[in-house]
Structures are given as C-alpha cells and as structure tokens.
C-alpha cells in the first residue's frame, strides 16, 4: 500500500525547498528518531532519494515502517561510532544521530561522547569524502546554566565539564568544534542549528528514553502522579515537531546558512509546572502533581533568542502550545489505545 502523507508531513516546505531537495542524495543518521523519521518522511515526499542509518539505540523500526518499500527510501542498522561509513555517493549528510534524553545519556555517557565525537567525525570524512553538505543537530545544551535569557548564538555557555550531563553538553560541544574545524581546515559546507527542546508524535514517552512533555502525557493519560524534578519553577520553551522541521529543511536549503550556527527554538518560555497544568487540562486527568528532587546540574531556564534564525532563514515557529500539545496527546492516546 502506498503510504498516504498527513497534511502536516507535507506542509513544511515552500516550493524552494523543495525545488532544491528534490533531486538530491541525502544520508540521515539517526533517521530512526524522533526528528529524524521526520525528515527522513518529508523528504520521501519530496522524492530526496535517503539513505538512513540508524543502530536503533533510542529510535524505533516503527517510526519508519511506513517509508519502507519506497523506492527512494534506503535504511541501514549502523552504528555510526564504530563501522566503516557507508560506500555511497552522497550530496548532503543530516547527522542527527545522538542520544538525547537526559536519563538516558546519563545512563550511557561514554557512548554518547563517542557518537558525538567519533560518529561525527566519521560522518565528516564521508562529506569530505563526497563534497557533500554537513548539517549538525547541536543542542541548547551547549550553553548549560545560562546568565543570558533568552539566549543568542554568542553566549558562549556555563557548562559544568565534569558534571553528570557533560557527556552530551560537552559531547555536542565538540561536535561543534570539530564540524568549524573541517571548515576551517578542508573548506566543508558547515551547517549547525542549536535545537531547544522539541516535542510532537513520535517522542519516546517510554521509561528512561521519555522526555518531559511524552512523559507527563503518559502519566497524565494513564492516570499515574505527574512527576517533576525540583520546584517546577525552572523554565523551558517548547517548539512543536513541524517548526523545528522547517527550520532544519530552510538550514540545508539556504545559502546564507552556510558556516553558521542558528538557535531553533520557540521563543514563549514556560515553567515545568505550568506545562504539567497545562496537560493535565488538556488530558481532563484527575493525575496528582508531585514533586521529586531536582536533578544536579538542571538547567534553571531555557529559552532562545532567535534574532539570527529570523533574519537569516526568515523563519519563526508557527504552531502554538496548546495546538502542539493537543496534536501530540492524540498521537499518545492513540497509541496507548482505546482505553486512555
Ligand atoms: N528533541 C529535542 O528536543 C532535541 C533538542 C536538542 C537537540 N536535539 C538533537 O537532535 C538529534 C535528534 O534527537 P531526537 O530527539 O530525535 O532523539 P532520538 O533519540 O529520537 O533520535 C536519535 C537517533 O539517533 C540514533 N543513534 C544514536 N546513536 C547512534 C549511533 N552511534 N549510530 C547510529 N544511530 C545512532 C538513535 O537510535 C535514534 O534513532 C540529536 O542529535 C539530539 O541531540 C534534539
């Protein structure tokens, strides 16, 4: 059966995006994620010929079920750390692959150094190797605690080196430096976004892969305490899963991009108990809020300045809290089934 796109997986892209992507070889990592089976949808839909690799550590088979059988659609179980990179002609590589949520990466800090340091050095001699584009998925992380709210691309950051989060703050720091260096050095087409944190369909709401928003959901759905880490005073900003999308396919496609590094975020900060209100009502759940020690090294806000993604990319997110929330706790609740 050919797989139906949703209006949202095909909404993201202006026709100059699509006029430059459409004819393009693409190798995604991490294509089995969250972001990544995103773009690895949208771009199927253009008719970009992908190549996804995924060791599927965090990501998920199903999340690219549907693209399997296209004829532009190629996944390979790689581990982008430790093999030989692929033998293939490419045009531009999207490296996304990482892991990414806190309980996780803690869990497993040596690996996600590795993929961050060895994996993206790996993927950078596959660019070279093809002159192809590198588009880096950096974090907001890399400005750990921040004294500047909201936060430009000229912060240098406030990250403890040695802390329990190090691994993937300092991991994507590197990553960072290493993708400028081969810029630098070999004269690489450098694309590099700071993505705040993003949420919608597909973020892992399961044990310690879960991230705030997919976890309160669950809790919230499945009437389980909606448990947050500290006071709840602390802030995050939310950007829905299509905006960060957008901004990523306006990274690759616009010229002015080339060697730049671009906060991607919603600018509308909340609290991370507002946000558990918030679910809470949007679920109708009757789940108590409680209250767990705060984690060390929690960032106390988050919220970016995106002057330059504006200016640059003409680019803002679009969809609202409330919009992104409701879309993704009819994804959960679907999933869950019926009885949530
Ligand atoms: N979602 C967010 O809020 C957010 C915020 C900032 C940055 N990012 C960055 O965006 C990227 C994607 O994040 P996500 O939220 O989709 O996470 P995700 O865990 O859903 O996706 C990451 C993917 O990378 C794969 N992977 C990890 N290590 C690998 C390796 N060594 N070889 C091959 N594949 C490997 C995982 O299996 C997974 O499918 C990550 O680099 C992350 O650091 C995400």
Same mark, same amino acid.
């Given at each position: 059966m050919i797989y139906q796109f949703t209006r949202e997986e095909t909404a993201s892209t202006t026709d100059d995006v699509k006029k430059t992507l459409q004819t393009k070889n693409m190798l995604v990592t991490g294509g089995a994620g969250f972001i990544g089976s995103w773009i690895c949808t949208i771009l199927a839909n253009l008719g970009t010929h992908i190549y996804c690799i995924d060791n599927l550590s965090t990501g998920l088979t199903e999340n690219i079920a549907h693209l399997?059988? !296209?004829?532009n659609f190629h996944f390979e179980n790689l581990d982008i750390d430790s093999s030989d990179p692929p033998k293939i002609r490419v045009d531009g590589i999207l490296h996304l692959a990482s892991r990414a949520s806190p309980e996780d990466y803690q869990r497993e800090p040596v690996e996600t150094l590795l993929t961050n340091s060895v994996g993206t050095r790996n993927m950078l001699e596959l660019a070279r190797k093809n002159d192809a584009f590198f588009f880096y998925s950096s974090t907001?992380?890399?400005? #750990?605690?921040?004294? =500047? =709210?909201?936060? %430009?691309?000229?912060y240098w950051g406030n990250v403890? %080196? =040695?802390? %329990?989060r190090s691994c993937y703050d300092e991991g994507k720091r590197f990553g960072e430096a290493l993708c400028m260096a081969y810029q630098r050095k070999y004269g690489l087409d450098i694309r590099i976004t700071r993505i705040f944190n993003t949420y919608g369909p597909r973020l892992r709401e399961d #044990? !310690?892969?879960?991230?705030v928003t997919s976890r309160f959901i669950r809790q919230a759905l499945t009437g389980q305490n909606i448990t947050i880490y500290g006071d709840g005073k602390q802030t995050r900003s939310f950007c829905y899963i299509t905006d960060t999308v957008t901004a990523i396919l306006k990274t690759i496609t616009n010229?002015?991009?080339?060697g730049q590094v671009i906060n991607i975020g919603n600018p509308h900060e909340t609290t991370i108990l507002q946000l558990a209100q918030k679910i809470r009502q949007l679920t109708r759940s009757q789940s108590k809020i409680v209250y767990k020690p705060l984690p060390q090294d929690d960032p106390k806000r988050r919220c970016p300045d995106i002057s330059k993604a504006k200016q640059l990319l003409n680019w803002q997110p679009t969809t609202s809290l409330q919009q992104g929330l409701e879309k993704t706790i009819e994804w959960l609740r679907s999933r869950l089934g019926k009885q949530f």
């Open positions: 399997h059988g !296209a004829r907001s992380e890399v400005y #750990g605690d921040p004294s =500047i =709210i909201p936060t %430009p691309e000229t403890n %080196p =040695i802390g %329990p #044990g !310690a892969y879960a991230r010229k002015k991009a080339k």
